[in-house]
């Protein structure tokens, strides 16, 4: 009889411990990718380097994804450095990435101009698909930085072709050329963006909003934010910066003639001494002075200085800039 009391008073004690054991929740590894809403995505695929994914390589679980043009997939990317270069094709569309943070979750290769047969073709992450976004992931080449005249040294972080493409949040880093906005209406938001010469070029019709773009041209030499590729009077292509912050470490333009009718807007964007002061280049083509559209509207800091700006930058007013400072400029209020 002493022995079954002894068992009920110990199954009294131990009892509500492990009932309270049981409510305790002991968090998982894993569990930091589960906070992510996935209402309205009809497949959401895990990348981690760390066991808490389907998959280990970005480019597996892109490949994987269904890229409908009616459906949305959600690609979510593990803290970690993806040492792989990544595709989305034109057939997968409709993908959101989810990293991070961007200095917590990149995907990094290092080809050049000379490794890869072009600049084109030097990226690290390109973009064809339509209707990509990208949330707080970074997008490198680390290839080291050419030495001033070096040749075939460009090295493309990012390449978006893809039209309605949008980045939140995002860093991108490389020297020349690290961002290549070749084609298509993009939108970029509160991103970080480093290089040394053209560091954002081609040809898309894009909105930069709220970003930063750090030179890191080398000493005694003079970089260049943008190269833009508007060919003829006819396209609506364009760069524009809205409430921007240029910084740094070594003088830059704002922009070159890469070619005739390129056309770049920088408005209400701080920007610090690393602006040369003439501010913009003709790329030794006097011709294009007539042809470019180089604007100005609002900006400040010791580099916004215009009385030294070439002749053919123009300095807008608030009529002459509404069209371009907000996302009208890239049709946004039909797919942002």
Same mark, same amino acid.
């Given at each position: ?74 690609? #979510? ?17 409709? #993908? ?49 930085? +050419? ?37 298509? &209406? ?18 898309? &019709? ?26 003829? #009077? ?25 070619? +005739? ?40 800091? +010791? ?5 030294? &700006? ?12 509404? +069209? ?13």
């Amino acid at each position: 009889m002493s022995i079954m009391l002894f068992f009920i008073l110990f199954l009294s004690i131990i009892s509500p411990i492990e009932s309270v054991d049981q409510r305790i929740h002991h968090p998982s590894k894993c569990d930091h990718l589960s906070k992510f809403p996935t209402k309205g995505f009809t497949m959401v695929l895990k990348v981690s380097l760390n066991g808490c994914g389907r998959f280990k390589r970005v480019q597996d679980a892109i490949d994987a994804s269904i890229g409908s043009s009616q459906s949305k997939t959600l690609i #979510l990317i593990d803290f970690g450095i993806y040492r792989e270069r990544v595709i989305v094709h034109e057939n997968k569309n409709n #993908l959101v990435v989810q990293g991070m943070g961007y200095s917590r979750t990149s995907i990094e290769w290092n080809n050049t101009t000379a490794s890869s047969n072009g600049t084109f073709s030097s990226f690290s992450v390109a973009v064809f698909g339509e209707k990509f976004t990208a949330y707080n992931i970074s997008f490198k080449n680390t290839a080291p930085a +050419p030495n001033p005249g070096a040749v075939d040294a460009q090295a493309v972080a990012l390449k978006v072709v893809g039209d309605k493409a949008a980045f939140y949040g995002c860093g991108f880093y490389g020297n020349q050329d690290t961002l290549l906005d070749q084609e298509g &209406r993009h939108f970029f938001k509160g991103c970080f963006i480093e290089g040394s010469i053209d560091f954002i070029f081609g040809n898309g &019709r894009s909105l930069y909003e709220d970003c930063t773009l750090h030179s890191i041209a080398k000493e005694n030499t003079i970089g260049c934010i943008t190269a833009n590729g508007k060919d003829t #009077l006819k396209d609506r292509t364009g760069f524009v910066f809205v409430n921007c912050k240029i910084t740094g470490s070594a003088r830059v333009w704002l922009g070159r003639a890469w070619r +005739p009718y390129a056309r770049v807007i920088f408005s209400k964007t701080y920007m610090s001494r690393v602006v040369s002061l003439d501010g913009w280049n003709d790329m030794g083509d006097p011709k294009t002075q007539r042809t470019v559209y180089y604007g100005e509207h609002r900006c400040y800091g +010791p580099g916004a200085n215009h009385s030294k &700006r070439v002749t053919y930058a123009k300095l807008l007013s608030d009529v002459e800039a509404a +069209p371009f400072t907000n996302i009208s400029f890239i049709d946004g209020e039909e797919w942002l």
